[in-house]
């Protein structure tokens, strides 16, 4: 079984930034990829990033191409994601997720593993 806890959301003006943390406890995730997802009032849960067990390969939605980074430190158990030039668009709860595959992968029924969101405001 695996735990995981996110933090670092939070109210931001547009432009802004947020570092968003994901700590994994139970076991290890390091043998899986893991993503950041995201889901706003009335709309489903969307893939933002995502990334393989050793952190060699990445994916990122459109919307946040180019603004958002995912990394992750598998000694810590930890997942992040690195936002910026924040748009009040980004608004949602963000969720992290563990998968069991160690390679990058893009929709919610691929993932076992789910936090319990953070909230991210984007003020314009």
């Known amino acids: 079984q695996v735990h995981l806890v996110e933090s670092g959301g939070g109210l931001v003006q547009a432009g802004g930034s947020l570092r968003l943390s994901c700590a994994a406890s139970?076991?290890?995730?390091?043998?899986?990829?893991m993503g950041w997802f995201r889901q706003a009032p009335g709309k489903e849960r969307d893939i933002v990033a995502g990334?393989?067990?050793?952190?060699?390969?990445?994916y990122y939605a459109d919307s946040v191409k180019g603004r958002f980074t995912i990394s992750r430190d598998n000694a810590k158990n930890t997942l992040y994601l690195q936002m910026n030039s924040l748009k009040p668009e980004d608004t949602a709860v963000y969720y992290c997720a563990a998968s069991l595959d160690a390679i990058v992968v893009y929709t919610t029924s691929d993932y076992v593993y789910w936090g319990q969101g953070t909230q991210v405001t984007v003020s314009s």
């Open positions: 990334i393989n067990w050793l952190g060699g390969s990445t």
């Open positions: 139970g076991r290890t995730v390091g043998n899986y990829a």
